[in-house]
């Protein structure tokens, strides 16, 4: 483990203890996170002793799934399910792709981020594999660009009322709800409002907060804090393909003095 791994994992330890962080999130989506360097995030997770949530690429993308199982994770979340049949088809292939035994230590949820996926999920609900599903995400950011708003919208009364009327079906359910998508100090009056009765978590690009705790005292600093991880994080992805990239200069080097000539002699091609 590396200097700046060494430090995400002090920084995970101190989010923790001092505010209410539950674990860590990474993407097959949109951050096409590659399988090394999740491996190397599971460490840190694991050094942290923190879970590790997965977004996979799609509700049926059974070769992530099978990735999940080989890294070990404790939640998988599918992004844009807009429609009971593409929840339909994540769930059936959760079963297909983690055996019973195991599905019993990882939480399956979904992304809710469209006004179309708002709106169809009560037929969401009435699914009779929906007692396999353990919760939803709110993706703010997505949903305002869904009803013809603005980023900055994200905090809305608007947005507020379509978050707390699909929690407040969720729990009907039981099930546990987030919150993602921009989320900044702003965004802390639009959590508490919604209380802890519709919120359990939020979510920032990395890093997941447990309510009520995570919003009582300097819940700002805490996500300041996140952000620092994400850095921390970046800065290490950035390094390691560095180092990779370089590995082979000093062999090009050498080989190109010695034989562009002759190659270029011989007809062939070195560049």
């Not at 305002?144 to 009364?157: A, E, H, M, Q, W």
């Not at 890093?207 to 300097?218: D, E, K, M, R, T």
Request: contains cysteine; hydrophobic residues 45%; glycine residues 8%.
């Amino acid at each position: 483990m590396n200097l700046l791994e060494k430090r995400m994992v002090d920084t995970l330890k101190d989010l923790k203890e001092n505010h209410s962080v539950v674990g860590v999130k990474a993407e097959f989506e949109a951050e096409g996170t590659r399988l090394e360097e999740m491996l190397r995030l599971k460490e840190v997770c694991m050094r942290a002793d923190l879970g590790l949530t997965i977004k996979i690429g799609g509700c049926e993308a059974i070769r992530d799934m099978y990735e999940c199982r080989v890294i070990g994770i404790e939640r998988v979340v599918a992004p844009m399910v807009e429609s009971a049949y593409a929840l339909k088809k994540f769930l059936a292939a959760t079963h297909l792709a983690f055996p019973e035994d195991e599905r019993k230590d990882i939480s399956f949820a979904v992304n809710i981020e469209t006004i179309s996926a708002c709106r169809a999920f009560e037929e969401m609900l009435a699914l009779n594999q929906i007692a396999s599903l353990d919760g939803i995400v709110m993706g703010r950011v997505d949903l305002t660009g869904s009803i013809k708003l603005g980023r900055d919208d994200i905090n809305s009364p608007q947005v507020f009322e379509i978050t707390k009327e699909l929690f407040s079906k969720a729990k009907i359910r039981s099930m546990e709800t987030a919150i993602g998508g921009g989320v900044s100090a702003h965004s802390l009056p639009f959590f508490r409002d919604l209380g802890p009765a519709l919120l359990d978590r939020y979510e920032t690009r990395k890093v997941i907060f447990s309510c009520p705790g995570a919003l009582v005292g300097n819940a700002a600093g805490a996500i300041l804090k996140a952000v620092g991880f994400e850095l921390l994080w970046l800065k290490n992805k950035r390094d390691f393909y560095r180092l990779i990239a370089a590995e082979d200069e000093q062999r090009i080097a050498m080989l190109e003095s010695r034989y562009s000539g002759a190659i270029a002699k011989a007809g062939g091609a070195y560049a």
